[in-house]
């Protein structure tokens, strides 16, 4: 039973902030591609941060040089560390995985979600 549960998110000021963390169950990490996604309000669900099985890692240009993506295998836990954040930054953010994935901003690769924490910067 696969399982992804999220969690850090909070209310911060603009250029503060924030580490999610996003604990795995029924799989082990390492052998699969893992992001983050957010969803603000009245806004299309959009990828921020990827990290493949290999350690490689990509970005949206929207979160570049603020935000990094990490894992730690022995935890199986990843991770999303989130620096000089932004009011548009604000949004629920998710993890996310899937047994294939080719492209790591095309949502509808992911077979597993977390339900999600809010991130609020104001």
């Known amino acids: 039973h696969v399982q992804l549960v999220e969690s850090g998110g909070g209310s911060v000021q603009a250029g503060g902030s924030l580490r999610l963390s996003c604990v795995a169950s029924?799989?082990?990490?390492?052998?699969?591609?893992m992001s983050w996604f957010r969803q603000a309000p009245g806004k299309e669900r959009e990828g921020v941060a990827a990290?493949?099985?290999?350690?490689?890692?990509s970005y949206a240009d929207s979160v570049k040089g603020r935000f990094t993506i990490s894992k730690d295998n022995a935890k199986n836990t990843l991770y999303l560390q989130m620096n000089s954040l932004k009011p548009e930054d604000t949004a629920m953010y998710y993890c996310?995985?899937?047994?294939?994935?080719?492209?790591?901003?095309?949502?509808?690769?992911?077979?597993?979600w977390g339900q999600g924490t809010q991130v609020t910067v104001s």
């Open positions: 996310a995985t899937g047994r294939s994935v080719q492209r790591f901003w095309a949502f509808d690769e992911y077979d597993y």
């Open positions: 029924g799989f082990t990490i390492s052998s699969y591609a």
């Open positions: 990290i493949d099985s290999d350690g490689s890692t």
